[in-house]
């Protein structure tokens, strides 16, 4: 089998060429995809390259982490989530967005100068310009956002109120409305352990199958 070796650098930039947002990074479990425009799931693989309203579905035991191309913000999915991954691309930059149905998700994102990062559930609407936080959306309960560092904006999509949220925040957005704010504790972070991707010194590695049904070893080193 034919091997590969490309940097991270040159492949996203291939990617983004393409017309893609975002890529697979680290996948655990069973996680599917279900590529826009198609009814079928297919199973998520590291290095799938992932478009605008591309869903995500991560069941019991599973994990995905995502990077998008233009700025390498790393979102990370956790068992039993679903979300759709939105991306507006202006030039080489992107306008971001996660739509999520339910579940645990957590994020390192990139200052977005000159652009935006919105992350939406059933109940709120939370603006993000760079910061690393964690969310839990539940839409029989609400959601959590758990504000590690930087600075969000949540609104509460029901009464439509606002809140600033500050580092080692966690706000409560209810279906009744409310928004509560109060320190992170332990008990906000539970369930969000495996929420961490170490990038430097891996390689990504995933085959490819050509047009002749030959399989490449495409092997990508982080830098």
């Not at 998520?44 to 591309?54: E, I, T, V």
């Amino acid at each position: 089998m034919k091997r590969i070796i490309v940097l991270l650098g040159l492949f996203l930039s291939m990617l983004f060429g393409a017309g893609k947002i975002a890529i697979a990074i680290k996948v655990k479990g069973k996680s599917y995809v279900t590529y826009r425009g198609l009814n079928a799931e297919q199973i998520l693989k590291p290095g799938s390259p992932l478009g605008d309203k591309d869903r995500i579905q991560v069941n019991e035991n599973g994990y995905v982490a995502i990077m998008y191309l233009d700025d390498r913000t790393i979102v990370k999915i956790l068992e039993n989530s679903d979300l759709t991954i939105l991306g507006d691309r202006k030039g080489k930059q992107i306008n971001k967005a996660l739509d999520i149905k339910y579940g645990k998700v957590a994020a390192g994102i990139s200052p977005q100068i000159g652009k935006e990062f919105k992350i939406v559930t059933p109940t709120s609407v939370a603006s993000v310009k760079g910061t690393e936080l964690a969310i839990n959306s539940n839409p029989a309960e609400g959601d959590s956002f758990i504000l590690l560092e930087g600075l969000i904006e949540v609104t509460n999509s029901i009464t439509g109120e606002s809140t600033e949220v500050q580092e080692g925040e966690t706000v409560i957005s209810t279906l009744d409305g409310s928004l509560e704010i109060s320190e992170t504790s332990e008990e906000d972070l539970e369930g969000f352990e495996e929420a961490e991707v170490e990038m430097q010194n891996q390689e990504l590695r995933f085959e490819i199958e050509d047009e002749d049904g030959n399989l490449k070893e495409i092997i990508i080193k982080f830098q």
